[in-house]
């Protein structure tokens, strides 16, 4: 039942920002893979961002340019920065790390409301 840790939702503005966080338990090893979805009622889950170990991150095209991923190995933290933020964007965001010797462990999830 060990579950990364995730903080940083809730109630915004349209055109404002929020950072979410992901912490690895201890227990957890360095993640090779980190990721962030989304789920909105009566849509399926939507892969909203993801970065790989070496450098490279992508992106779904709905958040690009507004959105950016970002991680701290020292802390074993993920971060979700996100701009500009539409009513759109609500959602349920999830974060999602990949270890080579553990498989894969989530986070809880976090509630975004974008709404004026």
């Known amino acids: 039942q060990v579950q990364l840790v995730v903080s940083g939702g809730g109630f915004v503005q349209p055109g404002g920002s929020l950072r979410l966080s992901c912490v690895a338990p201890?227990?957890?090893?360095?993640?090779?893979?980190r990721a962030w979805y989304r789920q909105a009622p009566g849509v399926q889950r939507e892969l909203v961002a993801v970065?790989?170990?070496?450098?490279?991150?992508n992106y779904a095209d709905s958040v690009k340019g507004r959105f950016t991923i970002t991680s701290d190995n020292a802390k074993k933290t993920v971060y979700l920065q996100m701009n500009s933020l539409k009513p759109e964007d609500t959602a349920v965001y999830y974060c999602?790390?990949?270890?080579?010797?553990?498989?894969?462990?989530w986070g809880q999830g976090t509630q975004v409301t974008v709404s004026s």
């Open positions: 999602k790390g990949n270890t080579i010797r553990a498989g894969a462990y």
């Open positions: 970065n790989y170990s070496g450098g490279t991150t």
């Open positions: 201890g227990s957890i090893f360095s993640m090779y893979a």
